[in-house]
């Protein structure tokens, strides 16, 4: 089992609480993005024996876009406004220099987080809790 190195996975981890403070986030999104990001992708992401995925999961920007993507997915869970898909492309292209992120790379890393099977149970569990 591959895993990063952990100066990778607390910058990310950084990165996501900054993140949910330039967006004013309410304690259980951020709280929830955490989850989403640390405990559910990294986890299953490095339960893979797949090298080209841990080859692209390396990247510092790469990581950073699964971030946001956990971010949006648990403002639609708890905010009562969801942060719109636009303001966040907006916010990563201001605090990720080194690449240009569009819709599409969202859309792409929203699905590529909750195609990993412990995040796409623990979304589904959320959103029947909140039913």
Not at 31 to 49: D, I, Q, T, V
Not at 61 to 83: C, D, M, N, V
Not at 104 to 112: G, H, K, P
């Amino acid at each position: 089992m591959a895993r990063l190195p952990n100066s990778l996975r607390r910058e990310s981890l950084a990165f996501l609480l900054h993140v949910a403070h330039v967006l004013k986030a309410r304690r259980e999104t951020k709280h929830c993005a955490l989850m989403f990001f640390g405990h559910r992708f990294l986890y299953s992401m490095e339960s893979l024996e797949d090298e080209k995925i841990m080859q692209r999961a390396s990247k510092r920007s790469y990581l950073q876009l699964i971030g946001l993507a956990s971010f949006w997915i648990a403002s639609k869970i708890h905010e009562t406004r969801p942060t719109p898909l636009m303001h966040l492309e907006e916010v990563a292209n201001k605090l990720i220099t080194d690449v240009h992120f569009t819709k599409r790379d969202f859309v792409e890393a929203v699905r590529t987080s909750t195609s990993l099977p412990s995040l796409r149970e623990y979304s589904n569990q959320q959103v029947h809790n909140n039913m």
